[in-house]
């Protein structure tokens, strides 16, 4: 792995990584990106075999591993997944907030529970995550690294939902990177840009308009999940020990030309997918 070249292979050897929503997609390369330098992994997800999956990858590159079934909803599911966490593998020293949901759907045609459902998810979730590792992150003077979207810092059509949400994440960071810096804790953001292969890019950009969005990447291509995961990686590591309240935008510049393409292309899409 990548990061094994350029990092020290026992960085974080000792220490305790939670990644919520760590089983699948960008999440789980952010974990394996702290497995490949020596970390203890934990993740928490709603399907076990998902988890059980994801835990064997992250075996694979020599982490000990602790799974958790908790929805990010649930702030007593999180409270006793850390908990087991500490029991398991030692107190918490990087929490990863990225736990999401996400789906399509124009705002005039969006639910109250649709919205709150991703606003549950994402940012209540964030939080719950946050305040629940606060003890732990406290005792080893930790940090969290929350994800957020490219719709936290430009309006995307078809994605009021998701936008409110991340907005909210990366305000909550600021502060918390504010109020929690006294007890050593830092807090930091990540923006990932349209990733290979996952789960978001399936329900952001199907089919040929994941195509047409890649042609407007300023570096050409989508970008992978190692990528992301190395991004975490430095915010975590003693490098970064003086960065906190900062967004790291990791998307080839994508969102520097705005989301007006990406709103032509989707609307066409939402068109298709309607019948019109
Ligand atoms: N378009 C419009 N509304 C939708 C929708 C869609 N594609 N999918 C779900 N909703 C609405 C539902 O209709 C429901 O509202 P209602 O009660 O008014 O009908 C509400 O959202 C909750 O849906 P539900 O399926 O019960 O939620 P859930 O908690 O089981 O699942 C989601 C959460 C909807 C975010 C689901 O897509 C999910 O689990 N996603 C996780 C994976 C993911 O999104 N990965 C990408 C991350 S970037």
């Given amino acids: ?7 020290k292979k026992d960085m974080f ?25 020596g970390a203890n992994i934990a993740i928490c997800g709603r399907t076990q075999e998902k988890l059980d999956s994801a835990a064997e990858e992250l ?30 593998l030692g107190p918490i020293h990087t929490l990863v907030a990225a736990a999401a949901g996400n789906f399509l759907c124009p705002a005039e045609q969006l639910s109250a529970n649709g919205f709150k459902t991703v606003v549950d998810i994402d940012l209540l979730g964030s939080f719950n995550a946050a305040r629940a590792a606060f003890d732990q992150l406290k005792e080893t003077s930790g940090n969290i690294i929350f994800i957020s979207a490219g719709m936290a810092m430009v309006p995307y059509a078809a994605q009021v939902h998701v936008g409110a949400a991340k907005a909210g994440i990366d305000n909550m960071m600021k502060t918390l990177a504010l109020e929690w810096g006294r007890y050593g804790i830092r807090a930091n953001s990540i923006i990932p840009g349209p990733i290979e292969g996952t789960e978001g890019m399936k329900r952001l950009a199907p089919g040929e308009a994941g195509k047409q969005l890649r042609r407007a990447v300023p570096l050409g ?3 992978s999940t190692d990528e992301i995961g190395q991004a975490a990686v430095f915010l975590a590591s003693p490098l ?33 997918m309607a019948g019109k």
């Fill in 13 to 37: 050897s000792g220490k305790t990584v939670f990644v919520t929503g760590g089983g699948s997609g960008i999440n789980l390369g952010i974990a394996k990106n702290f497995a490949a330098l």
């Fill in 59 to 88: 075996r694979a590159l020599g982490a000990q591993v602790h799974t958790e079934v908790a929805d990010v909803r649930d702030f007593a599911a999180l409270e006793s997944a850390f908990a087991a966490t500490r029991d398991a």
């Fill in 240 to 272: 970064a020990d003086y960065i906190s309240g900062t967004v790291l935008v990791v998307d080839g510049g994508q969102n520097l030309a705005g989301s007006g393409l990406f709103t032509q292309i989707i609307s066409r899409e939402l068109q298709k």
């Fill in 1 to 7: 792995m990548r990061v094994s070249d350029y990092f």
């Fill in 221 to 223: 291509r989508f970008g």
